[in-house]
């Protein structure tokens, strides 16, 4: 099925740097979320996005819905060790159907102490 | 939001064994419900999802099925399982645009 382009596809930093994530379409976008998935865990939510141009934040998380409607980032400040795992923004098109989601491929990132 | 409920953790099957795996929510009623697999390469894909008791939409072909007999139960099956069926299972239930996953279920066909 259509997936989103995610990018990176993995990052290994230092604890208390900066990430940066991002996730782009070719179709227009009208929700875009972020979730967040331990190592044998189902993936959380961090973030849901409505409106183009919307900024929210989540404690260290801060995330945007895409002017163009077509993209969304996601940037984790001051990273910790617990920030590992894989990042997946997902969303769902105008006029596609109304309960399904569309998936990135995913963020792996590691963070070393 | 929803709670999903989803067991077991971890299951080993050997090929050919007939596969049930349950799937329970706790939240608003008549939610949408899916099941997705997850490989090893991270990606999720979709197979199940339903939008009420009784009503199965399925996205690939595969060796799997799928129940919803009450309106917050769902269930993904196999006759005979395949190698291939071998991953991650993940159930997740839909409120308004967002979807509520559960622990999941880890696969291991042998």
């Known amino acids: 099925g259509q997936q989103l382009n995610q990018s990176p596809q993995s990052m290994f930093i230092q604890e208390g740097e900066d990430v940066s994530m991002n996730c782009t379409s070719s179709?227009?976008?009208?929700?875009w979320l972020w979730y967040k998935q331990d190592p044998g865990e189902g993936p959380v939510l961090l973030i849901a996005?409505?409106?183009?141009?919307e900024l929210t934040s989540n404690g260290r998380l801060t995330a945007q819905f895409g002017i163009t409607r077509k993209d969304s980032f996601l940037n984790i400040s001051a990273s910790i060790p617990s920030d590992v795992g894989i990042y997946f923004c997902?969303?769902?098109?105008?006029?596609?159907?109304?309960?399904?989601?569309?998936f990135g491929t995913g963020t792996l990132l590691a963070v070393q102490p | 939001s929803q709670t999903i409920h989803q067991w077991p953790a971890t299951l080993v099957q050997p090929v050919g064994s007939p596969l049930s795996l349950e799937c329970t929510v706790e939240g608003t009623s008549n939610p949408n419900l899916y099941w997705y697999r997850q490989a090893a390469g991270r990606g999720l894909q979709l197979l199940f999802y339903?939008?009420?008791?009784?009503?199965i939409s399925s996205e690939v072909p595969q060796n799997l099925s799928a129940s919803r007999p009450q309106d917050r139960q769902f269930i993904l099956s196999s006759k005979k399982l395949l190698l291939s069926d071998s991953g991650f299972y993940l159930c997740a239930a839909g409120e308004g645009n967002i979807q509520y996953f559960g622990a999941g279920t880890r696969l291991s066909v042998l």
């Open positions: 179709s227009i976008f009208n929700t």
């Open positions: 339903s939008v009420g008791i009784g009503q």
């Open positions: 996005l409505y409106k183009a141009g």
């Open positions: 997902a969303g769902r098109t105008y006029g596609g159907a109304t309960n399904k989601l569309i």
